[in-house]
């Protein structure tokens, strides 16, 4: 199983290949804004991946067309409701605003 580090707080939590991030990122207790429940219609789970890019699912038009609306997005911005996991370990950093 992948492991997901949680950046600021370095928290690392194991979760099957398969899962979304923002679903690690809740197991983990983070506290992460995710008002539409995993829709790519809000936004507000916008994270950084700082390592293991590679082995989340493909950008889908619907969350880069999000992305494209939020402001301090980057080249490696990604939605937590959609990125999926795959085989890979992966570093996300969580700018929480909660």
Do not use: W, Y
Request: negative net charge.
């Amino acid at each position: 199983m992948p492991i997901v580090t949680i950046q600021p707080s370095g928290k690392t939590i194991q979760i099957a290949a398969g899962s979304n991030i923002l679903a690690a990122l809740l197991a983990a207790g983070t506290d992460i804004e995710h008002k539409c429940d995993g829709k790519a219609e809000c936004g507000s789970c916008h994270i950084f991946v700082q390592e293991g890019r590679k082995s989340l699912s493909k950008i889908q038009r619907v969350e880069n067309e999000k992305l494209d609306t939020i402001v301090g997005v980057g080249s490696k911005s990604r939605l937590a409701c959609q990125a999926i996991l795959g085989e890979g370990d992966v570093t996300v950093e969580v700018l929480s605003f909660v």
